[in-house]
Structures are given as C-alpha cells and as structure tokens.
C-alpha cells in the first residue's frame, strides 16, 4: 500500500515525489540484516549525547551539557562517554527488529485500512504513521527497558560529587546506585539478584508512556512536516515561475539529494517536537531506573517520590534538564535515522521495479 503522495501540486507546479516503498516490497533478511549494521553504527555515534542527557537528568542541580561533557572527558577520560555502550549495542539488534518490524507492518496494514475508510491519503498516510510508530514503540520497550536499566546504571557509575568551585561542578548524582559494576553482565546478575525481573523491567510503564507517545506524535509530525516542506518546494518553484512569466505546468522530479534533505529536515522538525512534549516523562523514566530509593530500603522511589525530588530540587524546571542534549540528540537521531532507514527499505528491495 503507497501511503505517500506521488505528486505534490501547486498551481502550475507538479512535484514527483517516488512511490514509499511498503512491507510486500522489502527482502525481510536483508532489511532486518542491514538494518542492524547501519542502526548499530548510528547508535555509537550519537552514544556521547545520550550519556550526557543522563547525567543531567540525575544531577541534583543544572550544569551545562558541555561543561559536563569537559569535566567527563578530564576526571573520568574519553571512555566514560562510551560507559554502557556494549551494553547498549546488544540490545540495539534485537530491539530495531522488533522495531521496523511492527512499524512496517502497522504503517502498511492500518494505511490500507484508513484508504478503505474513505480516508484521504494524507490523512491516512498521517494515522498510519502515527499508529505504526505507537506499536513499533511499545514492542521494542520489551527489550529497550532492560537495557536501558543496565546500561543507564554504567552511564552514572563514576559520577562523583562535584560541586561549585574547584575541580568540582555541582551536587553530583541523586542517590544514585551504590553498587559497583564491572560490565554489562555483571551489572544484569547484580540487579537481577538485588531486585529479581521487576528490577530490570523498573519505569517499564513510564517508558511505554514516554515512548509511545513520543513514537506517535514524532512519525505524525513526520508525515505532516514532510507535505509541508514538499509544498514549500512547489510555492517556491511556482513563484520563481511567476516572476520569470512562465505559466505553463512544468513537473519538478526531485533528486536523491533533494529527497534526502527534505527527509532530513522533516525528520529534525518531528524530532524537536517530539523531544519537548516528552521530556517531564523521559526525566523521571530515567531517575526511576538509574535512582535507588532510600526511603523504602531496597525498593526504587515510585513516580510521586520521583516528581516531589525534582520539584525539591530546582521546581518544575527540573523536569527539563538535560533538554538541550535530549533535544541536539533526538534531532540529530531522527534526521540520520531516517535518511539512513529510507537507505536501507531501498537496499532492501526485493527489485527495482518496485521503486518506479
């Protein structure tokens, strides 16, 4: 089922845009084997960022994401940027599996269904996207949330206080694990025999709720953001048109070049959204899995103890640290991540009639 508009028009202008290319069209093999090369190599370029983003959200005061970034790199060395990564990578295969999978059979399915409806095609192409990004979210948690309890723990092991004046930066981390890992597998055996499975699955429902919505509205936002650039290309074109008394219907075929910026941009305006909508829920998933509460001994603090600390500690502000590197790296993430998820549904074709 093509979701996407074979042609954008715009009063003497026709822009072809190629043909989406859908679930029946993809070598499954190749799609979930390439896949998981080109994802794993985007995941170690931005895994800087996402450390950052994690110290901030457990700090007990703000600091800026490059002056943590210096103070990481100078007291704790270059490797503590990439704290957790192998961790992190074991899970990106499986976890982009379940991924692409359920968002291409969603996306496919329920675009068919919506056309059935009397949808119009943007509209459906919009509830398509939103749908297949919510079900893509919610099965690739199965696996990310473990991960992420593992991997966030490596991130801020190490995270000594440090506060204003001297070699120190601010309060330092907030009740953080007092457990010592050496790696990976040693942190899942530690948390498993502290905590059992509830351990590793901790802030699994605020992460459904962080991710799915965040999911939906950023492959929504995608859709629309996608026809708005495309109808920015075709005011622009028409007007040049205006201006040099050409009137006659001209039709613009876009370049691979062209297409790739425009996906780029598109998905950097989705992302950015998508990072300031979620990022209260994202803050507190993040101290629920890293954080050990004392007031209950051995138990973790719930969402009401979470969201009282951060108030406590710089007011409901607080909920929004670390935005600054959520936002450069869900922008950054979503403008490589489609230019290269676009890349690879076109590796993976099963012939290259079914691009034309």
Request: glycine share 10%; aromatic share 8%; charged share 15%.
């Amino acid at each position: 089922m093509n979701l996407s508009a074979a042609e954008e028009k715009s009063s003497g202008q026709e822009i072809h845009i190629p043909a989406d290319i859908d679930w029946e069209m993809l070598d499954k093999s190749k799609f979930f084997f390439l896949g998981a090369a080109l994802f794993s190599g985007v995941s170690g370029i931005l895994y800087p960022v996402v450390v950052l983003k994690t110290r901030q959200q457990v700090a007990q005061s703000q600091v800026p994401g490059i002056k943590t970034a210096f103070w990481m790199v100078r007291n704790e060395g270059f490797r503590a940027l990439y704290r957790g990564f192998g961790t992190s990578l074991t899970g990106t295969i499986p976890a982009r599996a379940l991924y692409m999978g359920a968002l291409e059979v969603t996306k496919s399915n329920v675009g068919t269904a919506t056309i059935g409806l009397g949808f119009s095609e943007p509209m459906a192409a919009t509830i398509a996207n939103a749908a297949a990004g919510l079900s893509a979210a919610m099965a690739a948690q199965l696996v990310w949330t473990p991960i992420d309890v593992v991997s966030q723990r490596l991130m801020v092991q190490g995270a000594v206080s440090f506060g204003h004046g001297g070699g120190n930066m601010n309060s330092g981390v907030a009740k953080a694990s007092a457990c010592k890992y050496l790696n990976g597998i040693d942190a899942f055996r530690k948390i498993l025999n502290t905590d059992g499975p509830k351990g590793l699955y901790r802030g699994f429902g605020i992460s459904i709720l962080t991710y799915a919505p965040s999911n939906a509205v950023w492959w929504a936002s995608y859709s629309v953001a996608q026809r708005m650039v495309w109808g920015g290309i075709g005011w622009y074109s028409c007007k040049k048109d205006e201006d040099s008394n050409e009137n006659r219907l001209r039709a613009f075929r876009p370049d691979s070049k062209t297409i790739m910026a425009v996906q780029g941009v598109s998905a950097a305006m989705a992302g950015g959204m998508s990072a300031l909508i979620t990022m209260p829920l994202d803050t507190i998933k993040t101290r629920l899995q890293v954080l050990d509460g004392e007031e209950n001994g051995r138990r973790g603090p719930t969402v009401a103890q979470t969201i009282r600390n951060l108030v406590k500690e710089g007011g409901w502000t607080a909920c929004y640290r670390g935005l600054g590197p959520r936002w450069a790296s869900m922008s950054m993430s979503a403008t490589t991540m489609i230019t290269t998820y676009e890349l690879l549904k076109r590796m993976s074709t099963k012939s290259q009639e079914a691009l034309t």
